[in-house]
Structure formats: structure tokens, C-alpha cells
């Protein structure tokens, strides 16, 4: 059987390019004794690969040159040499940019389809549902009839933070790039208002929608959009620090709000979010979350593109704004 793979070729100096990653077929080996064999359904595209591939230690090493691209993914166990797992099952791991995972079982989970199809495991109850729920509910704290921001607000964790800030009682105004992608965030995912801030005055529109100031900023995006929003803050605000993608491909570059004293004449607030505080509480989450879908009080919403070779130009979508909720790829 073979193995189609997509290695990290060369590290990225801004963007990522099509010469970033190559494309290889190899023959998929057969599971030794505590390993599985997982054919690869979809693959979870996230902004931080743009950190894993670039030469900084964070919150796990880079992906090597030469090495398979790091992913999350869920697919079927086609064969095992484990005793926790049989073919046919449906579980998700890090099993990286490929068509066929072969190796070991330890941090692969098993996936409940009754509760949610396979490729909600990646989206609205994976690592971007989590964060959403976590950072607005524990780092953000969200009090009912609050008023709460979230830039990037169409995307994949901003378009639940909208969701779960409404079904809480808060006001919700989403920032994202585009009329037609604010229209979603109002008509689609239930937002109060949304600034468009390629054409709007952030700031004023900010005046407009939060005249009392903003409770929780939940921000996404990090740069500029960070900067005005320290400026806009309620007393006792809390800025969630989910993610700076405006900043992924220049690490090097980045700098802190020049404004950042604002926290103190409010009492404010700014916390990093890292869903791994709260893996206690993680099967707990997930059942709320697919409660509330269930019940139609939230919608996961997926973007699903095609087949392997995509890889680095679907990855490059979520920095030109080309998505709407979690971006998937169909192995
Ligand atoms: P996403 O929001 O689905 O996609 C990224 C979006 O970012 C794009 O659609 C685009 O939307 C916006 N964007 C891209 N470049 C931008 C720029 N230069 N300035 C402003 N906006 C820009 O991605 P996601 O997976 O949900 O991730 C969103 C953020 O959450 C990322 O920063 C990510 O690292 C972070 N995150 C954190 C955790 C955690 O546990 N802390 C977990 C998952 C994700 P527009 O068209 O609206 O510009």
C-alpha cells in the first residue's frame, strides 16, 4: 500500500510557499507490535503550523527539515497490533500531513461518531472548540449581559467564541475582513454587530458598538487590532490571548502594545489561553459543546478542501482570509 506524505523542504521566511513542503509517495509498512495503521480521512489545517515550521522553541519544538509536516487528524484503524484498538475504528492523533499513519497507539483517541461525525473532532470539539470554550469562559471569564470582541471572528475558534458569547447573554461584536464575511458573522453565527476592519475605522466603529467599553476582548489576531482594542477597554476587562496570526510571519518582529498601560487605569487584565490547563475538564467541555449542537444552539461550521498535494496553499488560506469556520483537508 502506499503512503502519500508532505515533508517540511525549507524553512519559510515570510509566507508559506509551494517550495515549502514536497510531496513523496512511499510504501506504508505494517504496524510492529503496539502500533496501529490509520487511514487518514481529514486533516486538521491550523495557523500555528506557520510557528511549528519557522525555527523557535514554543509550546513544542519546530517540525524538522526533512521531517513529515506535523497535523492533527482523525481516520480508520485499518490495522492494529494493539489490544485497544481494532480496524474499523474511528480515532484521532497526531498522525501529520500523510495519507496512511503507521506507528505508535499512546495518545491516539478513540472517536465516538454517535456524538459528532469524525471531522467535528477537529473543529468544534477539538483544539479550536476547546479554546473557544475555554478562553471565553475560563481566561475570559464572561459574565452574562457583557459586551465581548472577537477579532477574526468568521474563522474556526472566532466563529464559536461568537456562538457561546450570545448563547451566555453576552453583546457580541465580531471583527473580520469583508462584508460578505461579516454578513456570516451577523446572519449566520448570531453576532450583535461586526466591523469590517479592512474598510471600517476600527476604532470608531469600536465607539459606535461598545460605547460603555469592552469586557472581554477575545483576540485572535494580535498587531494593530490588539493595540486598538487596549484602547477601548470597560473597567475590570479581560483580553484573552488566543492567538497573533497577523504576527506568524514575522516572530521575529514582534512587539507589545505600545499602549499596554491602559490595563492598569482600568484594572485589566491579559492571560494567555492554553487549553492544556484545562485537560480535566476536557471529556466535560465536549459534552457540552455537542449538547448545545445537538440541540441547535450552536452550529460547527467546517470548510472542507481536497487531497493532499493542496496542503500548502490550503494552509496559506487561513492567511489570506480565504476561510469561514474550521478548515479541514480531505485526505
Ligand atoms: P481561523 O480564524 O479559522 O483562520 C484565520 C483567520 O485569521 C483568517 O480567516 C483571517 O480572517 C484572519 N487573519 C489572517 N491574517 C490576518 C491578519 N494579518 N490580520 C488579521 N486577521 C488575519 O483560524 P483558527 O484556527 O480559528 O485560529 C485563530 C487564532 O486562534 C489563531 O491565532 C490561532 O493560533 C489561535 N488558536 C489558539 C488556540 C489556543 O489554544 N490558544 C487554539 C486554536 C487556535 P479575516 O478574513 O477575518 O481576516
Known amino acids: 500500500m502506499k503512503n502519500t506524505l ?39 489545517i ?3 503550523m506557520r510557528t511549528w515550521v519557522a525555527d523557535i522553541e514554543s509550546y513544542v519544538p519546530p517540525v524538522a527539515v526533512g521531517d513529515v509536516m506535523r497535523a492533527g487528524a482523525v481516520g480508520d484503524v485499518t490495522g492494529s497490533r494493539h489490544p ?6 474511528k480515532v484521532h492523533g497526531m498522525f501529520g500531513v500523510q495519507s496512511i499513519y503507521t506507528g505508535p ?16 473532532y477537529l473543529g468544534g470539539l477539538g483544539g479550536t472548540g476547546l479554546a473557544a470554550y475555554f478562553g471565553i469562559l475560563k481566561v475570559g471569564a464572561l459574565a452574562q449581559g457583557e459586551t465581548v470582541v472577537v477579532s477574526a471572528a468568521a474563522g474556526a475558534v472566532g466563529h464559536l467564541v461568537v456562538q457561546i458569547g450570545k448563547l451566555k447573554g453576552a ?18 453565527f448570531g453576532a450583535d454587530a461586526c466591523i469590517d476592519y479592512k474598510s471600517e475605522d476600527l476604532s470608531e ?8 467599553g469592552v469586557d472581554v476582548y477575545f483576540d485572535n489576531v494580535g498587531g494593530k487590532t490588539l493595540e486598538t482594542l487596549i484602547d477601548h477597554l470597560a473597567m ?24 499596554y498601560l491602559n490595563l492598569i487605569g ?20 465536549r459534552q457540552e459543546l455537542a449538547t448545545w449542537a445537538h440541540e441547535g444552539r450552536i452550529k460547527f461550521h467546517n470548510q472542507i478542501e481536497h487531497g493532499l498535494e493542496n496542503f500548502p496553499t490550503t494552509l496559506g488560506m487561513l492567511f489570506s482570509g480565504q476561510n469561514v469556520g474550521k478548515l479541514l483537508l480531505k485526505v
Request: proline share 4%.
Open 105 to 120: 497507539a499512546e495518545r491516539v483517541t478513540m472517536l465516538d461518531t454517535h456524538v459528532a461525525p469524525a471531522q467535528d
Open 236 to 259: 475590570r476587562a479581560r483580553i484573552v490571548i488566543s492567538g497573533a496570526i497577523s504576527k506568524y510571519n514575522e516572530l521575529d518582529s514582534v512587539r507589545g502594545p505600545r499602549n
Open 84 to 89: 485497544e484498538f481494532k480496524v474499523g475504528d
Open 46 to 48: 491550523d495557523p500555528t
Open 266 to 285: 482600568k484594572g485589566a487584565r491579559m492571560e494567555g489561553l492554553l487549553n492544556m490547563h484545562w485537560v480535566a475538564e476536557f471529556d466535560e467541555a
Open 171 to 188: 453583546r457580541v461584536v465580531g471583527i473580520a475582513g469583508g462584508t460578505e464575511k461579516c454578513r456570516r458573522v451577523v446572519e449566520v
Open 6 to 44: 508532505v515533508r517540511l523542504a525549507k524553512r519559510p521566511e515570510a509566507e508559506i510557499e509551494e517550495d515549502t513542503f514536497e510531496i513523496e509517495q512511499t510504501a506504508a509498512r505494517l504496524p510492529d507490535d503496539g502500533e496501529i495503521q490509520v487511514a487518514i480521512e481529514y486533516i486538521s
Open 205 to 212: 466603529k469600536l465607539k459606535q458598538f461598545c460605547p460603555d
